[in-house]
């Protein structure tokens, strides 16, 4: 897609001077590399062209207009001017034109403010309450998940800042949270939490930290992962602030709290005063196997153990189980998966010693908001930065590193990571400059995560590999309780056995390497589709090379498979070229797999092709190279073209 692709087939004297221009202009973008609808926009460039119908390109020179080609349906060109003269004339460069004729071309223009990003002179920089934003770069993480990256020079010197923009339209998109080692206990760096979630239900796409935690390691709040209450709230009501995820699925921001009850038989209900904290005098917790391998508690009182437990510990309904065991004047009951532990001290453990084996335990647990009942994912934070639009103010000194978490008046979520205590880097934030840089980023609520040297984000890179993106005060990822996972989600619904990759019809950008090879080129176009209006066109040209030639079609948006598929398949419109056609995997451990489609393309038309995937293939499995069309037989060297389309996981 774009100038360059499309100007190579104009004539070898245009394309020299095209190319030059090009490539001065791609140069010119630096590191500020701003992607939009699957393309890359440069200085200068205002939107971009795709040709509907076959209409001519020209060539002005001196006020004359040249007829150069006919474009055809499908070819898309960055634009850079628009000129009211012959009837109105789109610019794509080097001196060519294509008039603006309805019906014929399609014209899109990106936001204002990515151009601003790619041209900062003509657009101004941008100016936020912390100061001027000197340098901006964005990338697309995923379909749906967007990366930013700014550097602002402030009063007090450099701010760095990152954020990702997460799309709550993509159904295939969530947000979980993560628990460091699986238990409350005890600290993990955010890389080592986003790994080990990885390829449990889906591909961790990022993360930042979470809540604030204790010298114990456990979260201070509320902490909800899958639907489960994995620890209560500490913090009075007036002081914390909680992030969820709705049972619809929308993101909230608020200060709820849960009310536990238990009855034993046909006795009086009694007060649980929170879940898989430590016990304090006159208390009844309850523990569950989140919380460590045992109870940690003293001798000084009584424990439950509860097993055949029935139902979730969600705000919204009643759990029931049958007591096990009653264990007076022990404490540190073991905990084991599918059982939980009722522990009491003083009055607490009064109410307990009634229980006996056989008992019907009944856990009623009811949010004071009847918007959480049922919430997905929670978990805590400290300060309300923003609320119902309006951008709050503190009496806090301190300018340090800050993680946020926002959402916009369309749902969507923002993450925010701003990195201080590093003078020649990033000085980091008041709360204040904050809250006003998460309303002037769109939030209309939002909330501050833990900060300090706990400030991290973690982010897929291209390789498919998930790395810290930025840089933590202490000088490496500190250890922390819990964190915010966004998670690539499988959707197969009404039993579908399928999971479409890429259908062509989105703007995703591809490329093509060519080995041993006179050219590879790839491109999306209308020229053939099987479904929809759109496939992927690659050509190649292997003529007079020696040794095995090549043209491999990647996408530049990695593609990943969140669980095991047992083949990938796809239409392919093949030349009767008799090539060798395959694809590339590497698996969650790195590994790559070569998988075969077909040893010989001996058709002429569509066709649907399966390559077999290794059954032994680790989680997440990325599709690094999905075409790989090759051949090694000098005899059977050849140009041509084929297309793909419909490119699918299968799993049964």
């Given at each position: 897609?774009?100038?360059?692709?499309?100007i190579?087939r104009?004539?070898?004297?245009?394309?020299l001077?095209a190319?030059?221009?090009?490539?001065?202009?791609e140069?010119?973008?630096?590191?500020?590399i701003?992607?939009w609808?699957?393309?890359?926009?440069?200085?200068?460039?205002i939107?971009?062209?795709?040709?509907?119908?076959?209409?001519n390109l020209w060539?002005?020179?001196n006020?004359t207009?040249?007829?150069?080609?006919?474009l055809?349906?499908?070819?898309q060109?960055?634009?850079?001017?628009?000129?009211?003269?012959?009837?109105?004339?789109?610019?794509?460069g080097g001196g060519?034109?294509?008039?603006?004729?309805?019906?014929h071309?399609?014209?899109?223009?990106p936001?204002?403010?990515?151009?601003k990003?790619?041209n900062?002179?003509r657009?101004g920089?941008?100016q936020l309450?912390?100061?001027?934003?000197?340098?901006?770069?964005?990338a697309?993480?995923?379909?749906?998940v967007e990366?930013e990256e700014m550097?602002?020079?402030?009063?007090r010197?450099k701010?760095?800042?990152?954020?990702?923009?997460?799309?709550?339209?993509?159904?295939?998109?969530?947000?979980?949270t993560?628990l460091?080692?699986?238990?409350?206990?005890?600290?993990?760096?955010?890389?080592q939490?986003?790994k080990r979630?990885?390829?449990?239900?889906g591909?961790?796409?990022?993360?930042?930290?979470?809540?604030?935690?204790k010298e114990?390691?456990?979260?201070?709040?509320?902490?909800?992962h899958?639907?489960e209450?994995?620890?209560?709230?500490?913090?009075?009501?007036?002081e914390?602030?909680?992030?969820?995820i709705?049972?619809?699925?929308?993101?909230?921001?608020?200060?709820?709290?849960v009310?536990?009850?238990v009855?034993?038989?046909?006795g009086?209900?009694y007060p649980?005063d929170?879940?898989?904290?430590?016990?304090?005098?006159?208390?009844l917790?309850?523990?569950?196997?989140?919380f460590?391998?045992?109870?940690?508690?003293n001798a000084?009182?009584?424990e439950v153990?509860l097993?055949?437990v029935q139902?979730?510990l969600n705000?919204?309904g009643?759990v029931?189980?049958t007591?096990?065991k009653?264990?007076?004047s022990?404490?540190?009951?073991?905990?084991?998966?599918?059982?939980?532990?009722?522990?009491?001290?003083?009055r607490a453990?009064?109410?307990?010693?009634?229980?006996?084996?056989g008992?019907?335990v009944q856990?009623?647990l009811q949010?004071?908001?009847?918007?959480?009942?049922?919430?997905?994912e929670?978990?805590g934070?400290?300060?309300r930065?923003?609320?119902?639009?309006?951008?709050?103010?503190?009496?806090?000194a301190?300018?340090h590193?800050?993680?946020?978490?926002?959402?916009d008046r369309?749902?969507n979520?923002?993450?925010?990571?701003?990195d201080g205590?590093?003078?020649?880097?990033?000085?980091g934030?008041?709360l204040?400059?904050m809250?006003?840089?998460?309303g002037e980023l769109?939030?209309v609520?939002?909330?501050?995560l833990?900060?300090?040297?706990?400030s991290t984000?973690?982010?897929?890179?291209?390789n498919?590999?998930l790395?810290?993106?930025?840089?933590?005060?202490d000088?490496?990822?500190?250890?922390?309780a819990n964190?915010?996972l966004?998670v690539?989600?499988?959707t197969?619904?009404?039993?579908?056995?399928?999971?479409?990759?890429?259908?062509f019809e989105?703007?995703?950008?591809?490329?093509?390497?060519g080995v041993?090879?006179v050219?590879?080129?790839?491109?999306?176009t209308?020229?053939?589709?099987k479904?929809?209006?759109?496939?992927?066109?690659?050509?190649y040209?292997?003529?007079?090379m020696?040794?095995?030639?090549g043209?491999?079609a990647?996408?530049?948006?990695?593609?990943?498979?969140s669980?095991r598929p047992?083949?990938?398949?796809?239409?392919?419109y093949?030349?009767g070229?008799?090539?060798w056609?395959?694809?590339?995997?590497?698996?969650?451990?790195?590994?790559?797999?070569?998988?075969d489609?077909a040893?010989?393309?001996?058709w002429v038309?569509w066709?649907?092709v399966?390559?077999?995937v290794p059954?032994?293939?680790?989680?997440?499995?990325?599709?690094?190279?999905p075409?790989?069309?090759?051949e090694?037989?000098?005899?059977?060297?050849?140009?041509?073209v084929?297309?793909i389309?419909?490119l699918?996981?299968?799993?049964?």
């Amino acid at each position: 897609m774009g100038t360059a692709k499309s100007i190579i087939r104009i004539g070898v004297g245009a394309v020299l001077a095209a190319w030059t221009a090009l490539q001065a202009t791609e140069a010119d973008a630096g590191a500020n590399i701003v992607y939009w609808e699957g393309m890359r926009l440069v200085p200068g460039q205002i939107g971009k062209l795709e040709i509907v119908k076959p209409i001519n390109l020209w060539k002005r020179e001196n006020g004359t207009m040249t007829f150069v080609r006919v474009l055809e349906p499908g070819e898309q060109y960055r634009v850079y001017s628009y000129d009211e003269a012959f009837g109105g004339q789109y610019g794509v460069g080097g001196g060519y034109y294509v008039t603006n004729i309805k019906g014929h071309v399609l014209y899109k223009t990106p936001s204002r403010e990515k151009l601003k990003l790619v041209n900062p002179g003509r657009y101004g920089a941008k100016q936020l309450a912390v100061g001027t934003v000197v340098k901006e770069a964005l990338a697309r993480v995923a379909p749906g998940v967007e990366k930013e990256e700014m550097e602002i020079v402030s009063v007090r010197g450099k701010q760095h800042v990152y954020k990702l923009d997460i799309d709550a339209a993509n159904e295939k998109l969530a947000i979980e949270t993560a628990l460091s080692n699986d238990q409350v206990l005890g600290i993990e760096p955010v890389l080592q939490q986003a790994k080990r979630y990885d390829g449990r239900d889906g591909i961790v796409l990022a993360a930042v930290n979470g809540d604030y935690f204790k010298e114990d390691g456990s979260p201070t709040d509320l902490m909800v992962h899958r639907g489960e209450i994995v620890m209560t709230n500490t913090t009075p009501a007036a002081e914390r602030t909680i992030f969820g995820i709705g049972a619809d699925g929308k993101p909230m921001i608020g200060n709820p709290d849960v009310q536990i009850r238990v009855q034993m038989g046909q006795g009086s209900p009694y007060p649980i005063d929170g879940i898989n904290k430590p016990r304090r005098a006159h208390q009844l917790i309850l523990y569950t196997p989140y919380f460590a391998a045992s109870t940690k508690t003293n001798a000084l009182g009584t424990e439950v153990v509860l097993t055949n437990v029935q139902g979730v510990l969600n705000g919204n309904g009643t759990v029931t189980a049958t007591v096990k065991k009653v264990a007076v004047s022990q404490g540190d009951e073991p905990l084991q998966p599918g059982e939980l532990v009722l522990s009491g001290h003083g009055r607490a453990s009064d109410y307990l010693r009634q229980a006996k084996a056989g008992d019907t335990v009944q856990i009623s647990l009811q949010y004071d908001q009847p918007e959480w009942s049922g919430v997905k994912e929670a978990l805590g934070g400290r300060y309300r930065l923003v609320a119902g639009g309006q951008v709050q103010s503190f009496a806090i000194a301190g300018a340090h590193p800050r993680t946020a978490v926002g959402i916009d008046r369309d749902g969507n979520v923002m993450l925010v990571v701003v990195d201080g205590r590093q003078p020649a880097h990033s000085q980091g934030m008041t709360l204040n400059e904050m809250a006003k840089l998460m309303g002037e980023l769109g939030a209309v609520d939002a909330m501050t995560l833990d900060g300090g040297g706990s400030s991290t984000l973690v982010v897929r890179q291209p390789n498919g590999q998930l790395k810290v993106e930025n840089k933590p005060s202490d000088g490496f990822p500190r250890p922390v309780a819990n964190a915010l996972l966004v998670v690539y989600k499988e959707t197969q619904e009404n039993g579908d056995s399928e999971e479409v990759l890429d259908d062509f019809e989105t703007e995703s950008k591809w490329k093509a390497a060519g080995v041993n090879a006179v050219g590879a080129a790839v491109e999306r176009t209308m020229e053939k589709a099987k479904d929809g209006t759109k496939a992927l066109k690659i050509s190649y040209d292997f003529r007079g090379m020696l040794g095995t030639s090549g043209v491999y079609a990647s996408r530049e948006e990695a593609i990943w498979i969140s669980k095991r598929p047992q083949a990938i398949g796809m239409w392919v419109y093949g030349d009767g070229s008799g090539h060798w056609l395959r694809a590339q995997l590497r698996d969650g451990r790195g590994r790559r797999f070569w998988i075969d489609f077909a040893r010989h393309v001996d058709w002429v038309g569509w066709k649907y092709v399966q390559a077999a995937v290794p059954s032994d293939v680790a989680l997440p499995l990325m599709l690094e190279t999905p075409v790989r069309y090759m051949e090694t037989d000098a005899g059977r060297k050849s140009a041509g073209v084929i297309y793909i389309d419909g490119l699918r996981a299968i799993f049964r």
